[in-house]
Nanobody, 122 residues
Framework: VQLQASGGGLVQAGGSLRLSCTAS????????MGWFRQAPGNEHEIVAA????????YYADSVKGRFAISRDNAKNTVFLQMNSLKPEDTAVYYC????????????????WGQGTLVTVSS
């Protein structure tokens, strides 16, 4: 599975961005998906995750109520809608796919996208 992330950019605090991650192949529906981010000097942290069948979502406390994860299995794509962005959301965002359970940690991820930079100015 190859993952291609897009949608990052520069936005002012309070603004919105929508990230997309499109997977190759025909088995996208078999993977749970997650979005991670990595700020300079920090490790990867989970932002949001979604189950294979879209019946469960997980959000980090820092983004609850502001971010929303969704998926379109027909288009092999997972989305991350980010609203009310804050400067502390600045990071490289990565999508990840996992066959086993929810992708809540890097250890569970089997495949990674290339990352897309989100910069939030104050």
């Amino acid at each position: 599975v190859q993952l291609q992330a897009s949608g990052g950019g520069l936005v002012q605090a309070g603004g919105s961005l929508r990230l997309s991650c499109t997977a190759s192949g025909r088995t996208f529906r078999l993977y749970s998906m997650g979005w991670f981010r990595q700020a300079p000097g920090n490790e990867h942290e989970i932002v949001a995750a979604i189950s294979r069948s879209d019946d469960r979502q997980y959000y980090a406390d820092s983004v609850k109520g502001r971010f929303a994860i969704s998926r379109d299995n027909a288009k092999n794509t997972v989305f991350l809608q980010m609203n009310s962005l804050k400067p502390e959301d600045t990071a490289v965002y990565y999508c990840a796919a996992g066959r086993t359970g929810m992708v809540l940690t890097t250890a569970v991820a089997d495949y990674w996208g290339q990352g897309t930079l989100v910069t939030v100015s104050s």
